[in-house]
């Protein structure tokens, strides 16, 4: 069977399916991968204007560092650490607050999806209620 899918159904599908493997079924190492390419695709349509790229030149800018540290060593080191492997280059191992990659990760894909065509996936809104519900419990239990 065979179907014709745009790039951005295609990224739209992916933040769909992150949300719903994060909240769940609590598994955000396959959220964060498939964040990561629906980011990914949708910040090559908008360019200069995606989360990442606003996210990389405010961080270089305030901190002093370089567009690949912050890009490579902190925005998207979970992600390609979980998408590839060089095992003369990168230890078997690494430690990572994976719920927090994944949410930043599909906050960015979400960003960039509004910011190209002003829509949400159908799983959108209840991810931001998702993390309106963690932020009311977290200042309830201060």
């Known amino acids: 069977m065979t179907h014709t899918v745009s790039k951005i159904e295609a990224a739209s599908h992916q933040l769909d399916w992150a949300i719903r493997l994060l909240i769940d079924y609590d598994v955000p190492i396959p959220a964060i991968t498939l964040a990561g390419a629906a980011e990914e695709i949708l910040g090559k349509a908008l360019g200069d204007i995606s ?23 902190h925005l998207n080191k979970a992600r390609n650490w979980l998408k590839h492997w060089t095992p003369s280059k990168e ?52």
């Open 91 to 142: 230890p078997e191992y690494e430690t990572f607050d994976l719920l927090n990659e994944a949410i930043q990760g599909i906050a960015r894909g979400l960003s960039n999806l509004l910011k190209y065509n002003q829509s949400l996936p159908s799983e959108g809104p209840r991810f931001i209620r998702w993390i309106e519900n963690m932020k009311d419990h977290k200042e309830s239990s201060y």
């Open 51 to 73: 989360a990442h790229e606003r996210l990389v030149q405010t961080i270089t800018e305030s901190h002093d560092l370089g567009r690949v540290v912050v890009s490579q060593q």
